[in-house]
C-alpha cells in the first residue's frame, strides 16, 4: 500500500513539474510577439538646406533618436525613390547610420557633390528604412514613421576659364604659381611637372583677380623662371599668356588680370 502511494505521489508530482513548464513554454511565443518594448525612432534634419546649389558640396545630416535603448545596435539606411533625378555617386552619396547598442542616438547623411556640367535642377528623393539586415526591421517599433526627404540641387552658375600652364624642364614651376582670388577665397595652380591643364569656374557676377607669383628666380636656382609658361583663357575666348617655351624669357610678376565674372 505504501509502495503504491509512493508511485502515486511521484507521478503526481511528475505532473505538477511537467504541467508548470508546459505553461511556461506557451507563454513564450507571445511575449517574443509582443511589440510594446520595442524602440521607436524619431528623425530630425539637423544641418544643410533640402534646396542647395551643387557648388556649395552641402552636407545634410538627419539625426535618428530612439525612445529608449536596447541591447543590440541597430542600422538604418537611405532609399533612393525611383521619382529622383541626380545621380549616385555622380552627383550625390549617401552615408547610413548606426544606434549602438545601449544608445539612443544615431546620424545618417547625405553629401551633395560640386561639378561643372549644366544639367538644370536636379531632384534627389529619399526615405529611410530599418536594416538592410532583415533582422533590424524587427528590433524596432512596426507603428515608426519614416520621413521622405526631398532635396532639389541647382545648377552652379558659373564662366569657365582654361589655365594651361607648362615647364619646359619639366620638373614643375619650383615655387612659382599662379593665384586666383575670388568670393573671399584664394587658389593657387601650378604646373606640377611638363604640363597641367586646369578647368577653372568662377561664379557668375563675382570678383576675381589672377595674379603671377615668382618662384624667387630670374631665371636660374633656385625658382628657374625660363622654364615656366602659361596661356589663360578668358571665357570670351581672350587669352593671357607669358612666358616662353625656349627658356629666352621668364613670366612677369604680378597682375595677370581681374574683373567681374561674365560669360561673354
Known sequence: MNKLKYIFSAAMLSALIFGCDAEKASQDPEALGSTENYPTPTFTLSEGELTTNERNETVI??????DRPIDRPIDFSWVILDSSTATEHDDFDVVNGTVPAYQTTGQLMIMIYNDIEVEGAESLNLTIESGPSLANRYLVNPDTSYPEVNITINDYRFC????????????GWNGGYIELVTEG?????????ENDVFEIPITVGADYSFTYVSGGGT??????????????TAPDGTVYSDGSLDYSGIPTPGLITSGTSSCE
Not at 545630416?61 to 530612439?66: A, E, H, I, S
Not at 569657365?160 to 620638373?171: E, F, M, R
Open 160 to 171: 569657365l576659364w582654361i589655365l594651361d600652364a607648362t615647364d619646359v624642364y619639366g620638373d
Open 185 to 193: 577665397e584664394t587658389t593657387t595652380y601650378m604646373a606640377s611637372d
Open 61 to 66: 545630416v538627419y539625426d535618428v533618436v530612439l
Open 219 to 232: 631665371g636660374g636656382a633656385p625658382g628657374w623662371e625660363s622654364e615656366n609658361y602659361y596661356e589663360l
